[in-house]
């Protein structure tokens, strides 16, 4: 990972460090002050800040939009919402 996406992960997951708990977010706060200092993070903080952005940013694939639309589409269509 680059030092760019390594920037962008810290960056967006300081918009939810609210929701962190106490031990996620102290390891966080190393990673934040590490990053700031232009520090490159060794392999395993490396693997926790993947895990943190997974955990608070789920990628969804294809299937599963498709699937939530779906489910949204058809609930509105029992309503008679939509025609």
Same mark, same amino acid.
């Given at each position: 990972? +680059?030092?760019? *996406?390594?920037?962008?992960?810290? #960056?967006?997951? @300081?918009?939810?460090?609210? &929701? ?7 390891? =966080?706060?190393?990673?934040? &002050?590490?990053?700031? /200092? /232009? ?5 395993? +903080?490396?693997? &926790?800040? @993947?895990?943190? #952005? *997974? @955990? =608070?940013?789920? %990628?969804? +694939? @294809?299937?599963?939009? *498709? *699937? %939530?639309?779906? %489910? ?6 029992? %309503?008679?919402?939509?025609?």
């Amino acid at each position: 990972m +680059t030092s760019v *996406e390594q920037h962008k992960m810290v #960056h967006r997951l @300081k918009q939810v460090i609210a &929701k962190m708990n106490p031990s996620e977010r102290q390891s =966080f706060e190393m990673m934040v &002050k590490r990053d700031r /200092d /232009d520090e490159e993070l060794d392999s395993l +903080t490396m693997i &926790k800040l @993947k895990q943190l #952005h *997974e @955990k =608070f940013y789920p %990628k969804n +694939t @294809k299937q599963a939009l *498709e *699937e %939530k639309w779906n %489910k949204l589409v058809n609930n509105k269509n029992e %309503k008679g919402e939509i025609s």
